[in-house]
Structure formats: C-alpha cells, structure tokens
C-alpha cells in the first residue's frame, strides 16, 4: 500500500537551530549504522533517521525507538565521510521530541528555548521561595544559627517539594503515555511491560549499552556518575524525611552520619560526572559533538544545584565560627532552594527527560523484539 | 606566448603524456617528452585490462609506441625528472636530471645479465609483489626495449652482469646526468598515485595481506604479474572463494579524499569479471555508495549485474576484521534491506581512489587546488593533462590530452 | 628492386644456435649485390657497416636477419625514399623459440631469410603526392564542442568555416545562465561566459560563421574536400582541408515517458525546459503561473533504460544539481527534491554535489518513479526508495531529466536503405524484392537524417558505433572516427558535460589539423601514422565486383556508374583490407602486395610427402598477434619449427589467394592469427579481423571440393597480452595437421 510523504520544513528549520543542520549533507552511505554498536543488526541507526531529519518527516522520528538507542557515542559522526555529524542530529531530534511530547507543551517550548529563556527559568523559582518566605514572615534572620531549620523550617520546604515531585511525576506520565503510544504505532509488543522494565533498570544502573561506545567512551563514566549522583540525592532526600519525622533526629546531622555520608557522595559524584562531561565538550567538538542551548541548560542547572548546594553547607559550617552572617547565609540557602525548585520542575521538559524516554524505548524495543538486540 | 620555435615540453609519459607528445609532433611540433621511469606507459601499462571493453592496454600502446618510434620529431628521455625551471622569453629553460644510465642503448635485450645477476629486488612493476632480479626487463613490452638495473641492490664488487653482457652496455660507474633545455609551452601530465591502504586501517588496509588495493588486483590478474595471472590470496597463495569489493575506499569522504576518484566502480565491475572468469564459483560482492558508469561505460555495469554470483550491495562498509576462519569479517547495512550485514570474505579489494602526482610538476609551479589537482596557467604556456588534472578514465585522459596539446600549441602559435 | 644487401647478425645467439655460413651461402644463390655478418648488427658499428655498404653499393633495399622488427626501430632506420629495410625476425621467430643447432631451425632461418628476399625484391620505395592543399578546417555544428573547435583551429592558425543550423551560435548552453564550477571551490555555480566567447569567436578574422546554414555536400578528400554550404543567401562551394563534426546532441523525446507524465500534464516539463524558464528568470507552474513550492527532479528519464536510451548520459545529474542550485539562490522558500537511481558526480563535481545538498530546501532520495499523476497539482509515485517501498509525493512542479540523444546519421544504415529501395524498383525477382523490401521496413526511420551529405559510395554520414555514436576505439583513440578527415567531437561523439564537450573541441580541431599536414606530406594518419605508402590500383583488370570499394572501413573508395573502385588516396589508412577483398589481385601497396607475400609462400620450401614434415603458413596481424609471439620468444617458449610466419597488416589484408597457393603447393595448413573481433573489437582498422572471418567462412566449401579437410585452414582471435597461448595455437594446430595426415595436394 502506498503512503504519503509529508515533508515538514518547519521541523528542518526548527532541527537547523537546534544544531541538526548538517543532516542535509548525508548522503546516505550508511556507513554510520554499520560502525554504530548499539544499532540492532535488524534495525540499524542513524542512517535512515539522517535521511528522516533531512526531510523533515517528524512523525517517523516521534515514532521510532531507536532515536532514543543512540547514547551519541558519535562512532557514526568520527567516521562519517560527509562530516553530517549523525551523533548531533539525533540529539537535536531528541530535543526536539522531548518539547513536542511535553506536557504542556508551551512549557516545553519554554525549556526547549533556554537559551534565551534561562533568566526566567532560574528567575522565577528564586522569586518563589523569597515571597513564600516573606509571607511565611521567615525573612527576619536571627543573630546566630547553627541549623538551616532555623530559617527555614522542614515542613515548609516539604510543603513545596512534595507536590511539585507529585506534579513531575503527574506531566511525565502524560509525556511518557505519549511516547508509548507513538512507539506502539509502529508494530506490535508482546510480554508484560514491568516483566521487562526490571532487566533494562539494571541495564541502565550498569550503563551497559554505554560500554559499547567507541569514539566518546569517557562520556560512560561521567554520565554513570551523574545518574547515580541523581540517585543518591534523591533517596538521601527520602532518608531526610525519615530522619526528620519518624527517626526525630536532630538537624543538621553530624558530618560522620551516614545519611551525611550518603548525601555528600551523591554531591560529589554528581561533581565528579559534570567535570567529565563538560571537560570532554570541551576537549574535541567533533568527537563528542557540539553543545546546543538545550544541553548546556541542563548542565549548568546540574551544575548550580551541585555547587550552591556544598556552598550553602560550607556556608553554614563557617556560619557557626560567625565567618559568615546569617543574611549570607540566608540569602545562599534562598538561592539554592530556588535553582533546586527549577531543576525539579524541568524535569520533563529538560534533558533529564531523556532517563524516561530511553528507558520506555529499550522496553518498547525488548518487547516489539524479544531478542536481546545486538550485532547478529 | 611562448615561441614557436621552441620544442613543446610534455613533462610525464603515461597514457596522457604520451598522447599529447604524439598528437603534437604528429600536428608538426617538436616535443620532449620526459619520464621519470625507464619505459613509458605510466598507470596504464600496470592495468590488466581496461574497461569496459576488457582489452589490454598493451594492444592501443603497441601503436603508440610504434608512433613514438617512427615520427622523428618526438625525443623521449626516460628516468629523467624536471629538477628546475625558470622563465626565458617565449618559453622557460628547464633544467633535466636524468638516472645514470647503468644500462645503454647497446642493450639489445638478450637477457645474458639477467640469467647471471645475483640480486634480488622487490619487483617494482609489480608492486613489489614478488622478487627479480636487480637488473631485468621492466615488463614484457617495455619501450624503450631496454634492461632496468636497480643499482642499489648490487652486492659490493659484483660485475656479473657486465662480464655476461656481449654488447658492453652495462656501465656500473654510469653518473647521473643534467642537461638544460629551451622549452616553448609546457604540458604537465604526471599522472596519479593510489590512495594508500595503509591510511584505512578501519578497513583492513595494512592490517591483513588479504585486504589489497585494487591496482594490486590488476597486477595479480594480469598475465605479466606475480601470479601469472591467477588472482590468489596472498595470505595462503588459495583461490578465492567469496571476494568482496569495497567501494569509495578513501573517496568521497572527507576524512581521507573529498572528491570522488572517478574510475574506482569502473574498474571494480571490470575486476568482478577478472575473478568470474577465473573462478566462476566464486561469490563476489560490491558494496557501493552509488554505481557510478557514465556514458556507455554503463553496459558494464548491466553486464556484470546480470551475472549470477555477483552481488551489488549499496551500502559502505564500516569495519573490516579477521574471523575466526582465518577469513575477513565485513559490517556493513544493506541499505535496500535496511539491515546490518556481518559478510564474510577471503580476498577483500579496496577500490581506493587516485592522489594527483605533482611533485614533478612542482619544479615547474604548477597551481594546484586544495587536493593536489593542477590547474592550467595558459598565460605561462603552462597546462596539466589528464589525471594530474582531474581524476578522469584513460578515454576521457586521451581527450584531455589532446585537447592540452591543442592548447599548448596554440598558446605557442602554430608552425607545423 | 635489384640492388639488395644482406645483413646478419650473430649476436643475442644467432651465432651459436644458428651455421650462419650456411645461411650465407643460402641467400647467394639469389646473388645479393651485399652480403655481411656483423657481430651485433643494432650497434652504432653495426648500423654504420649497413649505412657504408648501401652507400658504396647503392643498395636500394636491405635485408636485416636479425631481431624482430619491433625492436630496435630507431636504430635501423634509414630514409625509406633511399633505402628500403625489410627485417627477418631470426631472433624471436628462430633462435629464442626453437632448439639450437638443428636441422629443422636451421631450415626455418633458411625459409625466413628467403622469404624475407623475395618479399624484399618486389617491394618498390614509395612515392608520396605531395601537394599544397586547403587549410581551412570546416567545423560542422556551432555548439560549445563547435565554437571551441572553430576557436582551436583558428588559434593553430588555420582558416575556420563553422556552420551553424540554426539562427544562433551557442547551442543548448546558449540558453543557460549558470554553468557548473570548473574550478576550486567547486561550490559555486559560475555564471555562463559563452557570449562573451561567442563574440570573440564572431570577431575573429580567420573564422567564417555561417549560420541557419547546413552541408549541402561534401566530396572529395582530406586536405582537398568540397564542401557546398547551403544559406539563406544560397549555395557557396568552399576548399576545405579537413572536418570537425560537433552536432552535439538532442534531449530525449520526453513524449516515449507517458508514464513520467509528460504531456498529460503541462507542470511535467523537461530540464531543458526547466533551462529556459530559469533563463527567463520566471520559474513558474505552467497550469496557474505561480510559483511552485515544491519542485521534483527525476532522473535517468530515459537513461539507463534498455527500451529508451541503454546508456548513461552523464551530464543529467549535473543538469540537475546546476538547477536546483539556481532555485535555491533565486527562490530560497521553493523546496527542491531529486529522485534518483544512482547520483553520478565525478570528481571534484562531488563537492558541488555535497554543496548543493547541504541547503536546507533539498531533499534527495535514491528511488525510481513509477508514475507522476494528476494534471495541475501532481502526485509522484516512488518505488524503492530509501523511504520506503511505496510512497507518494506532492509536487507542483515535476522536471524530467532527459537524458541525450546524439545529432548523428547511420551513413551505412542510410546507404543501405537506398540500395534497397533501388532493388525493389528494378528486382530481378519476387524474392529479391522482397528480401529487399524487408530491408527498407527495417531501415525506414533513416530517411532524412543526413548531415554531412557525404558523396561516398558507403553512405552520406559517419557510420555509428554502439548507440549511434560516431567513434571507433573510444577507449585508446577516441576521436578515431571511420572516415577519414572528419572528427567528432562534443556530446556527438559520446555523452559528455558542456566543459568536456569544450575541450573535445580543442582536441578534435588538432586531428583535423595533423590530418590536414600528413594529406600534404603525402602521408597516412593514425594508425600508421607518417606511413607514405599509397595503394595503386591496376583499373584495367578490374572486374566491377565493388568489393574493395564495399569493405573498405574509413570509405576510401567511390565507385563511377559501371561500379570501378575510384581511389581517394589521403583517405586511405594503408590497412589492405581492399587488396585483402579483391579477388583479381589488383591492389597493391609499394612494399606490400598480394604478390609479394604469394611469393613469399613460393619462396618457404615445402618438405616432400615421406619426410613426414608439415609445413605451415601462419598469417599473424603485426598489431596484436606478433608482439605476442615475441614476447612468448622473449619468455623463450618454444614452438613447433614447421610454422612459417609472415606478418600482415590486418587480417583484412588477407587475400585468400595466398590460402589457396599455399594449399596447392601442398602446404598442410594456414592459421590466421589476429584481434578481437565483435561489439568490442581490438582490431585498428575496425572491421578487419571481422572480414577475415567472413572470407574464411566463404572458402570451407571451396576446400571440401578441393577434397581437402577444412580443418586445415583455421583462424584464431588473440589478444596483444595472450603470449602464453602462442604455443599451444601453433602446436596444437600443428597436432591437428598431423592426425590429418599430408596434404594430398603435395608433389602435384
């Protein structure tokens, strides 16, 4: 039967300024699927998602697994003759399908622009927190303190955290049901969804798939530091809670607790993970492929949240000894808690939306082919 | 405008080189052609055949030479390259170093030195597949008809060869010589040199004496080559059973060669046919960008997809690597099928591309584009014919070059 | 020729695999007016010996037995006016392929050396016609190859004629604003310069334009055609030396690709088309006058395509680049798509082609077009594309890159028709007439396409190649055309881009000028170029058989009303393919003739019956087959010693007299060895080796009535490299004579 082709320039245009324009110089050769290791043998990328990009067919990219497969090693960009940068254009197709399947959208679109819509994006979060506090009547600061609690009580920081996580998740699930469907309408899936959501978790945690990339395999380690950094801080947010209100031990924790612990290596690695990152960006373009506002965004979010976090615990360390005033040390905190609130709430809009994405792919793609897709 | 009277320099004596020298002197001009090696012929001599006509070169040169022996206006000097050159009214003056002459024009060709010569060398001709001795016959038509000794490779005191020679046309203590000329214009037709395999160790190239390079598989088909003829792997010296031909090996990509090479489907499709005829059961596959066979170059390629064990696969190949099998392992997606193939091969060809040979124009400053490829300076009486030009197949070269000559006497003004 | 020399050679083994003294006392009998043996004859000493004893002797001819004639060229060669050397090749055919110091060499050097006499005493020195003659270069064809070629043969200093059909100079790219880049960066578009060429060409005093002019007829012969140039004004007969045809070619006749839906719907248009809008400066859609969002290129519009044009065109992706490269500067927001089967982009055109498609507005797809549908707004059907196995596309405008056809004219074709024609008016009987007939239903679609009005016996125009393209060896000699004088050039001589067609005109313009020196000299052009032999005709035992003048492959001969072979000599290319065909042995060249080599073959001795000896005459070309034999002598192969060998110019020149004298001289058996015949011949002369085998074929009844087998005449095709199966033709040949037995003709 014969379909239509609908080749859509305002998704061209909108790939060329989100770093894609060099798909127009493929000409499809294919030798960025034969020398990419995480193409299934039966469905190798990037080639036929090049030739996608440079029409412009954006429902066949919205649909199709293996956009989210690429980990841009840039095996395919390093080797490509025409220097079409494959490794880029997927990553510019997901940033854009990340913006297309947010919800809503113009949040998305919102995100998707941070290069010029950054100071809102920070801005407004910050804003926030200090009307919420001079509401709250907190922003009076007392003499001395030894605990953050003292400015600005637990409860309250719950009272904000809580549902925007319940909001995160909320529009991630719209987001993901949209991907699951989309990837759904190219063929059919057999096998439970949880029965394979538990082998590709650990694939994930292992970052297995990235240990076949070539060209960029530091970016494995600096990403695998990243997400478990993620990780760490989100189930020391949890302990925190436990700490706090079943526990009832007193705040802050002494340096030697092992929630401590636990949170200050999760910062660390997290640390750890952006340096290589941002290093390896900056080491070779056209090796790790070139950075768009889209990823930077997300890394200096990363980035502010890490580093105004281990500011705002030396802060209160020093405060102790009156090397810092309270004000300071207010004014840091407020700050902290504001980029932290706009990292949370970019979650599904930002690249972080990528950890959804790629994990409902590999299932999508386990369970529409149940062999383990490598090499044949 | 350069003078007519002056002799027209045609720098270079392969196909190109060749054809302008003649069609000039046959046009009435005197001509010095000059080549670097000892017999003329350049790249075509060393092809087993051409296409698409699947003839040997040896049969259009047998009447080239002959032309070049019979017009009296012609003076080829072999083993000479052009090592300066400046600018005289109406022309240039160049200065011409020429290889000691080892071996005469006495040399009638008997072979008696050859039989008795104690040394052996890599047979250049060849490729260096292969050994001869250090003084022998370049190949079976050499022209001039003439033993080439390569005087390193003589041991110390040894004057074998000079004791078994009748004619004494073998000189040991022969010095290079250099002779100034006065040139009117000047055609630069230095030819080309293979894209080296060793720069695509990805696919296989220097890695494994099973990847070879097209013009190698000229030479193992060709009846004057290491083999004799028969196309062996050169691992175990076995016929081939599955041949593959990776196209664009080095071409068309920006990394290695941006511009496309022109000849390399061509001649791939033709040596399909080689390996065919000699062993019909073999499997053979060509993995191509896109089939490239201008004009009428394209019945060839209509003859060779109509044989039966041949395959044409679009799609480049990515990695070459040793199996297990002691075979080669080829990934590749089969663009049509849309899946990724593991082939496997025992004989792998790279049809690698053409680099253009300027540095002897060099010495005459020719202008040359990003890649190497020289660009005419009508006003110095200066042109570049055929694939020092522009990557181009030896028809269009001939067109090229007697096109150039045309130009070259025109730019000297005509007196034939 | 009286005054001969002999000369051997003891050198390269001579002296010791062969009794030279009684070699010497052999060619006595024949009483030589010099007879000398020198230790190596090609030394400067050697040839000095020979240049002394023709002086002091005044030798008109020498007999050189030592190597082969291929070798050592330069240092035997001596004013041909003077002395004519005739060369025994003892080296390669003797003592390098045969067993030293035996009775049977020793005969073959005999046989050789006597031969070698003979032949030598017939031959005459030659006698060029040497004459001032027209200069002027007519270029046939105002196109880019043409205006090049007017430009080149004007810059060599030779007078231009260029005629022009229609009422412009510049042909297609005449009508183009862009060419493609010629130079670094090879990126951009170059703006089209031809005017400016056009005008200087206009402004050159050596160049004559004729425009909406065509060759009314062109007779005579190079360095002296007529040529009646048919105007507006009237007729003009002009001198011409020599002829450049660059016709060029024509854009395929979309109308044969209904399916690509060309003429259903006005928005379907060919690149040319496409061309003149561009040039107008108005893309437009036919249908509405607006300007198309989408624009759709297909190419190989039959190209590639066995019931269209089998071949490529090679200029169509170019077209096509060229043109979308044009809309994106001048209509940035018009989407352009290309659909192709393979995009052929040689050589630095790769980086234009990478160029173009790095603009956002182009798409590219590797497929082919099963149909464009609709009439205002189209529908592009695609099979096989990389997008998918079905698919259709939207365009508003669709370009057919049709690829081209050459401006040629099958003279042989056309020559035949009128034979035909004249056979059913006056046929002898039904089944002539009809056998006639057939032939005219066949060649109809001939009529009218004459261009060079040739008033040669073999037809009006250039006989075609393969696809109507008017060269022979389009791979050694690509301007070699089979008429004599007259060079194609341009997209008439094979597929080509407009900066290649320009060049093709410099180099065809050079033919035509060393044509035009060498008919001055008196000498023949390629390939046996500078040779000054002419054939003589010996009229008046002319039978009117009209072979010669049918055979001949470059058309030398006319004939008058009664059917006589009248001579063109400076169209002649000296191959004796006519003195091969002609059955009264008429024909014959200075220093080859039939008699010549008959008496070569009176001169081989002929062992008797009882000595169980055969002897055989092999007929090799001088071209392929002999370079093979020696180099097989030079690997030092041997072979059988009953083989006489006697080179030939061209199989063609193989007059079967000499097979029957052998035969009735009771030789057991001839072998013709030569080219590559067929579609892919290798022979120079084009149809030689392809005469031969027809001849032959015509005497295998002849032999049965002779009572002889006709296995014992066999021809064989060997190519120039095939040395290593010399043996085993000549052996294996040889074997066979032997199961046969004696010619039974021996001793009669």
Redesign the interface.
């Given at each position: 039967?014969?379909?239509?082709?609908l080749?859509s320039?305002s998704f061209?245009?909108a790939l060329?300024e989100r770093g894609g324009?060099t798909a127009?110089?493929?000409?499809?050769?294919?030798?960025?699927?034969?020398?990419c290791d995480l193409?299934p043998?039966?469905?190798?990328f990037p080639?036929?998602q090049m030739?996608?990009a440079?029409?412009g067919?954006a429902d066949r990219l919205a649909g199709d697994p293996s956009v989210w497969l690429c980990h841009q090693c840039n095996d395919c960009t390093a080797?490509c003759?025409?220097?079409a940068r494959p490794g880029d254009v997927l990553q510019a197709v997901r940033g854009l399908l990340v913006e297309d399947l947010a919800f809503p959208r113009f949040l998305g679109r919102l995100v998707g622009n941070a290069g010029t819509t950054w100071p809102l994006l920070l801005g407004l979060p910050i804003l926030f927190w200090i009307a919420l506090l001079a509401a709250a009547g907190l922003l009076s600061v007392p003499q001395s303190f030894h605990a953050y609690e003292q400015l600005v009580p637990h409860w309250l920081i719950y009272a904000v955290y809580l549902p925007v996580a319940g909001y995160v998740a909320a529009v991630s699930w719209v987001s993901g049901r949209r991907l699951w469907r989309a990837l759904g309408a190219g063929g059919p899936r057999s096998g439970s969804f949880f029965g394979q959501l538990m082998p590709v978790a650990t694939e994930i945690a292992t970052h297995k798939r990235f240990a076949k990339c070539g060209t960029a395999a530091s970016r494995r380690s600096g990403h695998l530091a990243l997400f478990w950094g993620f990780v760490g801080a989100a189930v020391t947010s949890g302990l925190l809670i436990i700490a706090i209100y079943i526990q009832g031990l007193p705040m802050p924790l002494p340096l030697a607790h092992p929630y401590k612990i636990l949170g200050n290596l999760s910062a660390l690695l997290l640390l750890v993970g952006a340096g290589i990152l941002v290093a390896n960006r900056l080491r070779d373009g056209k090796r790790t492929g070139v950075s768009t506002a889209f990823d930077s965004y997300f890394a200096w979010l990363v980035g502010l949240v890490i580093v105004s976090g281990i500011v705002v615990e030396l802060a209160r360390l020093l405060a102790g000894d009156g090397m810092v005033s309270p004000a300071v040390a207010l004014g840091l905190y407020v700050a902290h808690l504001g980029v932290v609130l706009a990292l949370f709430l970019s979650f599904p809009y930002s690249k972080f939306a990528h950890l959804l994405y790629r994990t409902l792919a590999i299932v999508h793609q386990r369970m529409a082919d149940r062999k383990e897709p490598t090499?044949? | 405008m350069s003078d007519p009277s002056l002799p027209l320099l045609v720098v270079g004596a392969g196909i190109s080189g060749i054809t302008a020298a003649l069609e000039a002197a046959e046009a009435g001009r005197p001509v010095v052609l000059l080549e670097k090696e000892a017999f003329v012929g350049g790249r075509v001599i060393k092809s087993h055949h051409y296409f698409p006509k699947l003839c040997p070169p040896s049969c259009g040169m047998e009447i080239n030479t002959r032309r070049l022996e019979r017009n009296p206006r012609v003076r080829v000097i072999t083993q000479a390259e052009v090592v300066a050159s400046r600018p005289i009214p109406g022309g240039r003056e160049v200065t011409v170093r020429q290889a000691p002459a080892y071996v005469n024009d006495r040399c009638t060709a008997c072979g008696a030195c050859s039989s008795v010569c104690p040394a052996k060398v890599d047979d250049s001709f060849n490729l260096e597949m292969g050994q001869v001795p250090a003084i022998r016959l370049a190949h079976a038509n050499a022209w001039p008809h003439r033993y080439l000794l390569d005087r390193p490779a003589c041991p110390p005191e040894c004057r074998a060869c000079v004791e078994a020679c009748p004619h004494q046309a073998i000189d040991l203590a022969a010095r290079p010589t250099e002779e100034t000329l006065q040139v009117g214009a000047t055609v630069v037709a230095t030819g080309w040199r293979p894209y080296p395999i060793a720069k695509l160790p990805e696919l296989g190239g220097g890695r494994h004496p099973d990847v070879i390079a097209n013009v190698q598989l000229e030479r193992l088909a060709a009846p004057g080559g290491p083999t004799g003829g028969k196309i062996l792997r050169p691992s175990n010296g076995q016929p081939p059973r599955r041949v593959a031909f990776v196209q664009c090996a080095g071409s068309r990509d920006v990394n290695h060669l941006p511009y496309c090479s022109a000849v390399c489907c061509l001649a791939s499709l033709k040596q399909a046919l080689y390996v065919h005829e000699q062993y019909p059961e073999a499997e053979i596959a060509i993995y191509y960008i896109d089939r490239r066979a201008p004009g009428r170059n394209e019945d060839l390629l209509t003859r060779v997809a109509a044989v039966q064990s041949v395959r044409l696969v679009k799609g480049k190949v990515g990695r070459v690597e040793p199996s297990a099998d002691g075979a080669l392992l080829l990934t590749v997606e089969d663009v049509e099928s849309g899946r990724r193939l593991e082939a496997s091969a025992d004989l792998v060809v790279l049809a690698t591309g053409m680099v253009p040979n300027l540095d002897h124009g060099s010495a005459l400053d020719v202008k040359r584009d990003a890649d190497g490829f020289g660009r005419d300076s009508v006003e110095l009486g200066l042109l570049v014919a055929g694939v020092a030009r522009r990557p181009e197949d030896v028809a269009s070269s001939v067109r090229d070059a007697t096109g150039a000559a045309a130009r070259a006497l025109a730019a000297a003004g005509r007196r034939a | 020729m009286e005054r001969l020399g002999v000369f051997l050679c003891a050198g390269c083994g001579l002296g010791d695999a062969l009794d030279l003294g009684a070699l010497e006392s052999v060619t006595q009998e024949s009483k030589p007016a010099h007879l000398s043996r020198h230790p190596c004859l090609c030394s400067p000493e050697g040839v000095e010996s020979i240049r002394q004893a023709a002086e002091q002797g005044n030798l008109e001819g020498a007999l050189l037995g030592a190597c082969s004639h291929r070798v050592k060229q330069q240092e035997f060669r001596f004013d041909p006016a003077k002395l004519v050397v005739e060369r025994v090749s003892l080296r390669e055919q003797v003592v390098w392929s045969h067993p030293a110091q035996q009775e049977d060499t020793q005969q073959l050097a005999e046989d050789l050396l006597k031969m070698g006499l003979t032949k030598l005493a017939k031959a005459k020195p030659a006698a060029p016609i040497t004459d001032t003659l027209a200069p002027a270069v007519l270029v046939v064809g105002g196109g880019q190859a043409g205006l090049e070629a007017a430009a080149a043969a004007a810059g060599l200093g030779h007078p231009v004629l260029l005629v022009e059909k229609s009422g412009s100079l510049g042909g297609h790219l005449g009508r183009t604003r862009d060419r493609l880049p010629q130079g670094p960066s090879y990126e951009e578009l170059e703006p089209n310069r031809l005017a400016d060429r056009i005008a200087e060409i206009q402004a050159h005093p050596a160049i004559r334009i004729f425009t909406s002019a065509r060759v009314r007829a062109l007779r005579g012969q190079p360095g002296r055609f007529q040529a009646e140039i048919e105007t507006l004004k009237g007729v003009e007969s002009v001198e011409v030396g020599a002829v450049v045809q660059a016709t060029g070619a024509r854009p395929y006749d979309a109308r044969r690709l209904p399916h690509l839906g060309y003429g259903a719907s006005p928005n379907v248009v060919t690149s040319e088309e496409l061309e003149t809008m561009l040039f107008a400066g108005s893309l437009r859609r036919p249908t509405d006058g607006k300007l198309p969002e989408r624009v759709v290129f297909v190419q190989c519009a039959g190209s590639r395509d066995p019931n269209h044009l089998p071949y490529c065109s090679a200029d169509c992706c170019g077209v096509t680049l060229r043109q979308m490269a044009a809309i994106h500067r001048d209509y940035p927001r018009v989407e352009t798509v290309t659909v192709y089967r393979d995009m052929r982009t040689p050589g630095q055109l790769e980086r234009f082609y990478a160029a173009v498609q790095s603009h956002a507005a182009s798409l590219f797809t590797r497929g082919e077009v099963e149909a464009v549908e609709g009439n205002g707004h189209l529908t592009v059907r695609l099979r096989d594309s990389l997008l998918g196995p079905s698919l259709s596309l939207d365009a508003d405008l669709v370009v057919l890159a049709v690829g081209m056809v050459p401006n040629s004219a099958d003279g042989e074709a056309i020559r035949a028709l009128r034979d035909a024609r004249r056979r059913v008016e006056k046929a002898e009987s039904e089944t002539q007439r009809q056998e006639a007939q057939k032939l005219v239903d066949q060649l109809g679609h001939h009529q009218g396409t004459e261009i060079l009005n040739l008033e040669y016996r073999q037809g009006p125009d250039l006989p075609l190649l393969r696809y109507g393209f008017p060269d022979s060896h389009f791979i050694c000699f690509p301007y070699e055309t089979r008429r004599t004088g007259i060079y194609a050039a341009g997209a008439l001589r094979a597929p080509m881009e407009a900066g290649q067609a320009a060049e093709d005109g410099w180099g065809a313009a050079l033919k035509a000028v060393q044509c035009i020196n060498a008919a001055a000299r008196g000498e023949a052009v390629h390939p046996r170029a500078g040779d000054p032999e002419l054939p003589d005709f010996f009229l008046q035992r002319c039978t009117q058989c009209k072979r010669c003048t049918e055979e001949c492959p470059f058309g030398t001969l006319n004939e008058d009303e009664k059917g006589t072979p009248q001579l063109n000599a400076l169209r002649c290319r000296r191959c004796g393919i006519c003195m091969g065909a002609c059955p009264e042995r008429i024909i014959s060249f200075p220093a080859y003739s039939v008699d010549a080599v008959a008496s070569m073959i009176r001169a081989m001795s002929v062992p008797e019956e009882f000595e169980e000896k055969p002897r055989i005459l092999a007929l090799m070309c001088e071209n392929d087959a002999l370079p093979a034999l020696d180099a097989a002598a030079e690997k030092r192969r041997q072979w059988n010693p009953w083989v006489r060998v006697v080179p030939v110019r061209c199989l063609g020149s193989v007059n079967l007299v000499w097979i029957a004298d052998s035969l009735s001289r009771g030789l057991d058996g001839v072998i013709l060895i030569g080219c590559k015949r067929g579609d892919d011949n290798q022979c120079h002369y084009v149809r030689g080796s392809e005469l031969a085998h027809t001849r032959l074929g015509n005497i295998q009844e002849t032999l049965t009535r002779l009572a002889l087998e006709p296995e014992r005449v066999k021809i064989v095709e060997l190519a120039h490299d095939e040395s290593e199966r010399i043996p085993e033709i000549l052996d294996g040949f040889a074997a066979t004579l032997e199961d046969l037995g004696p010619s039974p003709l021996k001793g009669f």
């Open positions: 039967m014969t379909t239509a082709l080749p320039s061209r245009k060329l324009a127009g110089k493929c000409y499809q050769c294919a030798t960025c699927s034969s020398v193409a043998a039966a469905a190798p080639r036929r030739l996608w440079q029409w067919l080797r003759p025409r220097d090499a044949a | - | -």
